[in-house]
Structure formats: structure tokens, C-alpha cells
């Protein structure tokens, strides 16, 4: 029983964690896409044309998905103390 439950409680997190990355994960690789074929295209070689654009929309993306990340990470908290809770019984 004990075992299951850790399985879920594991499993559950990871699940988590990967839902709650995605956002800024997929922008990064988004426009760093578009900012090297940018500098393929124009021969810009460049390291903070690079790293600029990155930051200015992982932070974009942090202000407009960061409600939706923070109640994803307390509904994952209120399932590991719920969790927690019925193991105890």
C-alpha cells in the first residue's frame, strides 16, 4: 500500500516538474532558434545577441505563466500533504 502511494507521490512531481518547466523551457528554445538562424542568416556573430533575447522572454514568459505555476506547485503540495496524511492512518 506504503509503496503505491510513494510511486504516485514520485511520479506525480515529476509529472509536476515537467509541466511547470515546459513554458520557459519552450520559449528559451523557441527564440534561441530564431536568434540563430537570425545570426546564420546575417553572419552576426555575437554572444550577447544571444543571451539577451533569452532572458527578456524567459522573464516574459515567468509573468504570464508564473499564477498558473505557482497554484500547479501548491495543488502538487496539497497532494503530497494529503498523501502524507492518509499514510499516517
Known sequence: MEQTVILDVGRQALMTGIMVSAPVLGTALVVGIM??????????????????????????????FGNW??????????????????IAR
Do not use: N, W
Open 35 to 64: 536568434v540563430s538562424v537570425f545570426q546564420s542568416v546575417t553572419q552576426v556573430q555575437e554572444m550577447t545577441l544571444t543571451f539577451v533575447p533569452k532572458a527578456l522572454c524567459c522573464a516574459f514568459a515567468l509573468m504570464v
Open 69 to 86: 505555476i505557482v497554484t500547479t506547485i501548491l495543488a502538487l503540495i496539497h497532494f503530497c500533504f494529503d498523501q502524507i496524511a492518509h
